[in-house]
Nanobody, 115 residues
Framework: QVQLVESGGGLVQPGGSLRLSCAAS????????GAWYRQAPGKQRELVAR???????NYEDSVKGRFTISRDNAKNTVYLQMDSLKPEDTAVYYC?????????WGQGTQVTVSS
């Protein structure tokens, strides 16, 4: 059983930055890759960024150029650097990983962008 624990959310003003972290209990990110999703009130959960095991990344269109996903294999941790934050980025952000059998989710961390 893999556990994912997120941290780093909070309240930030528009134009500000936050870095989210997701620590895994095993080396799932280096083997299978990892991703960040978000869910705003009244909306469906959506993919924000994904990194493959080989390091290839892809981003949701609205965050391209502002968000960066990265990984530290030694720490079994995936990060999401979020810059130039906008009010529409407000959501609960979830870390995600999946192997050949199971999909895992973190508990979520709230990001609120407001003045």
């Amino acid at each position: 059983q893999v556990q994912l624990v997120e941290s780093g959310g909070g309240l930030v003003q528009p134009g500000g930055s936050l870095r989210l972290s997701c620590a895994a209990s095993g080396s799932i990110f280096s083997i299978y890759g990892g991703a960040w999703y978000r869910q705003a009130p009244g909306k469906q959960r959506e993919l924000v960024a994904r990194m493959s095991s080989g390091g290839r990344t892809n981003y949701e269109d609205s965050v391209k150029g502002r968000f960066t996903i990265s990984r530290d294999n030694a720490k079994n941790t995936v990060y999401l650097q979020m810059d130039s934050l906008k009010p529409e980025d407000t959501a609960v952000y979830y870390c995600n990983a999946k192997n050949s059998l199971t999909e895992y989710w973190g508990q979520g961390t709230q990001v609120t962008v407001s003045s």
